[in-house]
């Protein structure tokens, strides 16, 4: 500290950790991630709050009033008026984790859905679609550009438009625009195929 070099090395170390621990597999755990978040968004925009906290672990329930926490401790807190931070996790699931003594700071950490199954793009589907397009089927839980996509999976983005194109024609996909950008998601079709073919 005193020589002014802690922030380089940290900044290094972590660069390392980085490259060794999460490089390879970040498109996967960030696709978990977004599409987790994506999940709960329209489950609370179509049946609210209450049953969004009471669906995040089997442990955890909301009566109307109170946020309930299976746990051999009791303890009380009370966050009226205060944010309640919600944070999906890839890393240990099927824990959780709770963090709500510090009212100012509280904080749920629950499992991201669908990251028990593995990456996404090496199950049947894989073998049903070929693995290009079971992956980037995997990775439309969220409205993707053919650029976007292109980036994200490291394939040309030739490649990626005719993928995309097979599956549209396939009804897998639905597709909508953004200004100048079209943007693919998968279908209610594509969803349930995509749920259960992996």
């Given at each position: 500290m005193d020589a002014g070099t802690f922030a380089t090395r940290a900044a290094a170390g972590l660069a390392t950790f980085w490259h060794n621990a999460f490089a390879d597999t970040w498109t996967t755990i960030r696709t978990a991630l977004e599409q987790d978040l994506a999940r709960r968004a329209d489950t609370m925009t179509r049946k609210g709050v209450g049953y969004l906290l009471g669906g995040l672990h089997p442990r955890l329930s909301f009566d109307g009033d109170q946020l309930h926490f299976a746990s051999r401790f009791t303890e009380t807190c009370h966050l009226e008026g205060e944010d309640l931070?919600?944070?999906?996790?890839?890393?240990?699931?099927?824990?959780?984790?709770?963090?709500?003594?510090?009212?100012?700071?509280?904080?749920?950490?629950?499992?991201?859905?669908?990251?028990?199954?593995?990456?996404?793009g090496r199950g049947p589907l894989a073998t049903l679609l070929g693995s290009s397009r079971a992956l980037i089927l995997a990775d439309l839980g969220v409205p993707r550009s053919t650029d976007e996509l292109s980036r994200r999976h490291s394939l040309a983005p030739a490649t990626v438009s005719y993928h995309l194109r097979v599956m549209f024609k396939a009804g897998l996909l639905l597709r909508s625009r953004e200004g100048h950008h079209v943007r693919y998601r998968r279908s209610p079709h594509g969803q349930l195929i995509s749920e259960h073919g992996e």
């Open positions: 931070v919600l944070t999906p996790t890839v890393f240990g699931w099927p824990t959780f984790s709770l963090q709500v003594c510090d009212p100012t700071n509280a904080i749920i950490t629950f499992p991201a859905s669908g990251v028990a199954d593995g990456p996404p």
